[in-house]
């Protein structure tokens, strides 16, 4: 039984008091194309409950997972190994129902989860502080552009080509709400990221230029010269980390200059999960600590001189007037969060970096055997797990070609960037530990084979 507790009188009492004519001028906003003029054809109106398990089950059947097949799917999402011990613990009763704690001192257990995964955070992206998580990778950068407008009062951000064009449409569909000036550089297949046209983009108006490291093409940025050129027009560099287990093996962005590093830690504890949840990752300098979003949890000693934690900061519209906000973040993904901080306690400093550097090699092992497929050839001068392959034809056919031959062959550039002129041929690939021998080369094969014509 549907639950509906509003008469029609007061739905029309509602849609007087805010102007509307009627429930329709609410959606106004959606583009007419996108809206439905009727029921969905085909659907029917109403079924028995097992008869819906029965056709979502069928409907599910037809996924392609991650685990079933020869997987080089990442940009953004990428399938590593979580140890069991992650999901037994992040089950555990005090954890699993744990919400944000609106007496937070009392919750001890919580703030002190979300004090060390803030740790660990900072000294992964070598920054002074981070906050207690963000929803996911791309509000995370919204947020830095943000912060940094306010930091620096200047209207102007500038994105790199290299950032994720799904992190890219998330900032310009929020910046129509703030008015803030965007600036999208495009994106070329060059070996190396074009940090030169970046820096000649800077300007006195620019509050910061956002860089992806590595970039969504898998190249890496020279972050030192920029954050060179951006403090040089007292602008702030926001670099964007989308895999953190490279950072087991590259620089950390805060170390290289970086003002404000964000970021997806799904790579760490979450899985792919068709999805989401993800976490939001994000750390700055210590100094513009009362401009970051969310949340900071701190460490102290109480009366009796223990150790105990308090939430040091907290300058959500929930718990100050909503115009000093420096955010509408009414949550934060806790459990994510606590999934990111467990895998990372478990494989430690010297674990991280044996990680990537397993990661590494074998992304090197399979752009070494695909680069031996005719025709095929790799962009990258250098990579960390993830980079783009040339193809001799359009990459969106070969992937949906791949697929139906039961192998998840990548990301066709023409699908990230489908507006993008001279970026239809590239395809790309990701490596990690899970990727295995038996993987690359059923790829290889099978990428031949589809190139020459051989029937699936």
């Keep these: 039984m549907r639950y509906l507790p509003l008469t029609p009188a007061d739905r029309a009492e509602m849609l007087e008091r805010i102007g509307a004519a009627s429930i329709d001028d609410l959606f106004?906003?959606?583009?007419?194309?996108?809206?439905?003029?009727?029921?969905?054809?085909?659907?029917?109106?109403?079924?028995?409950?097992?008869?819906?398990?029965?056709?979502?089950?069928?409907?599910?059947?037809?996924?392609?997972?991650?685990?079933?097949?020869?997987?080089?799917?990442?940009?953004?999402?990428?399938?590593?190994?979580?140890?069991?011990?992650?999901?037994?613990?992040?089950q555990r009763g005090e954890f699993l129902t744990a919400y944000t704690?609106?007496?937070p001192e009392i919750a001890q257990g919580t703030l002190q989860v979300l004090f060390e995964f803030q740790t660990q955070v900072a000294r992964l992206f070598g920054t002074d502080i981070a906050n207690a998580s963000m929803y996911d990778g791309s509000t995370a950068c919204w947020e830095a552009i943000l912060m940094a407008a306010r930091v620096t009062r200047k209207p102007r951000a500038v994105l790199s080509g290299g950032l994720h064009p799904h992190y890219g449409e998330v900032v310009r569909t929020m910046a129509r709400f703030t008015k803030d000036d965007i600036v999208s550089l495009g994106t070329e297949l060059t070996a190396e990221a074009d940090d030169t046209a970046l820096i000649a983009t800077i300007d006195e108006q620019t509050?910061?230029?956002?860089?992806?490291?590595?970039?969504?093409?898998?190249?890496?940025p020279d972050l030192a010269t920029i954050a060179e050129a951006a403090h040089a027009k007292g602008a702030l560099l926001v670099v964007v980390v989308t895999e953190?287990?490279?950072?087991?093996?590259?620089?950390?962005?805060?170390?290289?200059?970086?003002?404000?590093?964000?970021?997806?830690?799904?790579?760490?504890?979450?899985?792919?999960?068709?999805?989401?949840?993800?976490?939001?990752?994000?750390?700055?300098?210590?100094?513009?600590?009362?401009?970051m979003p969310g949340r900071l949890c701190g460490q102290t000693v109480?009366?009796?001189?223990?150790?105990?934690?308090?939430?040091?900061?907290?300058?959500?519209?929930?718990?100050?007037?909503?115009?000093?906000?420096?955010?509408?973040?009414?949550?934060?993904?806790?459990?994510?969060?606590?999934?990111?901080?467990?895998?990372?306690t478990l494989?430690?400093?010297?674990?991280?970096?044996?990680?990537?550097?397993?990661?590494?090699?074998?992304?090197?092992?399979?752009?070494?055997?695909?680069?031996?497929?005719p025709g095929?050839?790799?962009?990258?001068?250098?990579?960390?797990?993830?980079?783009?392959?040339?193809?001799p034809r359009d990459a969106r056919d070969v992937v949906r070609g791949l697929a139906d031959?039961?192998?998840?062959?990548?990301?066709?550039?023409?699908?990230?960037?489908?507006?993008?002129?001279?970026?239809h041929n590239g395809l790309l690939v990701t490596a990690t530990e899970m990727t295995t021998d038996e993987d690359i080369e059923i790829f290889a094969t099978e990428l031949g084979n589809l190139l020459v014509g051989v029937p699936a």
């Design 244 to 291: 953190p287990v490279a950072l087991g093996l590259i620089e950390a962005p805060g170390l290289l200059g970086a003002d404000i590093v964000v970021g997806e830690g799904q790579s760490l504890g979450v899985g792919l999960q068709f999805g989401g949840p993800y976490l939001g990752l994000f750390g700055c300098r210590e100094k513009f600590v009362r401009q």
């Design 28 to 90: 106004v906003d959606v583009p007419e194309a996108a809206r439905l003029a009727g029921p969905i054809a085909g659907l029917p109106l109403h079924a028995s409950e097992m008869a819906v398990e029965r056709h979502m089950t069928e409907l599910a059947g037809k996924n392609l997972s991650a685990g079933s097949a020869p997987f080089f799917l990442g940009a953004g999402a990428y399938r590593h190994h979580v140890p069991a011990s992650v999901d037994h613990l992040i």
């Design 376 to 391: 095929v050839s790799l962009l990258n001068n250098a990579y960390f797990n993830e980079a783009t392959l040339i193809l």
């Design 347 to 373: 494989l430690g400093g010297e674990g991280l970096a044996k990680l990537a550097l397993i990661n590494h090699a074998r992304a090197q092992a399979t752009f070494d055997r695909l680069t031996r497929v």
């Design 302 to 344: 109480d009366a009796d001189g223990k150790r105990g934690f308090v939430l040091t900061l907290s300058t959500r519209e929930q718990h100050i007037r909503r115009e000093k906000a420096t955010s509408n973040i009414c949550t934060n993904s806790g459990l994510c969060a606590l999934a990111f901080s467990i895998h990372l």
């Design 101 to 103: 704690p609106y007496q």
């Design 405 to 423: 031959r039961r192998v998840l062959g990548g990301i066709s550039l023409g699908r990230l960037f489908p507006a993008a002129d001279g970026l």
């Design 207 to 220: 509050s910061c230029v956002v860089v992806q490291y590595p970039d969504v093409l898998g190249r890496i």
